[in-house]
Each structure stands twice: as C-alpha cells, then as structure tokens.
C-alpha cells in the first residue's frame, strides 16, 4: 500500500514564524521524520501532500526529492478528494504533526487493514486516558462512550464505509497543533521517555 503525508493544510493553530512542519523535534524536521519512519515501514511507496499553504516545506520536499503531490490547500476533505484523483484507494495518509510515529504503528494498522475483507477507511483514536501524562487535546471527542482523539493516521478504503480501531501507544496522541505542543515534544524527545 502507498502512504501519503498530509503537509499542506494552513495551520492555523500553529502560530509561529515558520511553517509548523519544518518544525524541529529531536533535532530533525517534523517532516523528515514522519518520511523517514514511513519509508521504514511496510509502505510500498511514500508520498507527501502539499499545497500553496506550505511554500517552504514544498521547497524543502522538493530539494530533499521527496514524491509530491499538489493539493488545493482547501482543507482535510478536499485535500483527500485532490489525492485520490491521483491515487487509487487503498492507501494511508497521515498527518505531518505525529513525531513520534513508528513503523511498527503503521504496520500495524496495515495488518489490520490487510487481514479483514472490510473495504473501507480505517481511523486510528486513541482514548484520552492513554495520551501521556502531562498532555491534554482541545479535540477530543466521544466515540462509544469513550474520550477520545483521532491520532491523525488512517486508511482512506476504496469505499465511503469506515470504521475505528484504538491504539494504546500514548505516543500515537501526541499531535503537534500549538507551540505549546511542540514545546511539549521537544522535551520528551529530549528526555527519550517515549
């Protein structure tokens, strides 16, 4: 399955100088890692999403030969039906802003995806009892009477059918939407306690 990088939404949130996924976290560029880790997985082929929101990551994309993909910019739904005009579904996406994303989470939820006759889209949450300690989300929301947040990695299906799965890895619910949050992610990956 080929996974696509979401990297060109405005960030709006975000308020810094610099756009939020050249971002550095543990000495590397929120960008880079989330590339890096998905080219370790078992992805066959790895592709990120930007648009004219994000000048400099596409610069930075660019000259690190990265596989592209322009999207209008016009938001999460939008961005996806740009994608798969492009790409036929099955594939993963995921956001820019998880740094601590692993091969194994990707695996994993490609696993899942693989193993079941079910052709739809697969959402990744995470309750909110299993975000780190110290850490608190804004959008969190109830799903089956349970607190949560969506992770930012999913599965859009060759269907408009779609179900949700959740992780217990805390590391999964650390999303990068503030500079509170990078602040926050800098120090852990400083510390390695993640």
């Known amino acids: 399955m080929k996974g696509v990088v979401l990297a060109g939404g405005r960030g709006t949130r975000f308020n810094a100088r610099k756009e939020k996924q050249l971002a550095m976290v543990g000495g590397e560029r929120l960008i880079d890692i989330i590339v890096r880790r998905l080219n370790d997985s078992d992805l066959t082929k790895v ?33 996806l039906k740009d994608i798969t005009r492009m790409m036929r579904p099955p594939l993963l996406t995921i956001a820019s802003d998880i740094p601590f994303i692993q091969p194994r989470h990707v695996n994993r939820l490609l696993e899942v995806s693989q193993d079941s006759d079910f052709r739809g889209g697969w959402t990744v949450l995470i309750p909110k009892k299993h975000l780190p300690e110290g850490y608190s989300r804004d959008d969190t929301f109830k799903y089956m009477g349970v607190e949560v947040a969506a992770t930012g990695l999913n599965i859009v299906g060759e269907t408009d059918r779609e179900r949700k799965i959740f992780t217990y890895s805390p590391e999964l619910g650390i999303n990068i939407n503030t500079v509170q949050d990078l602040s926050y992610a800098r120090e852990k990956a400083g510390k390695q306690t993640i």
């Open 47 to 79: 592709y990120v999403a930007v648009s004219e929101n994000s000048p400099e990551t596409w610069r930075h994309c660019r000259r690190s030969d990265y596989n592209l993909i322009r999207t209008r910019g016009s938001g999460y739904i939008n961005d």
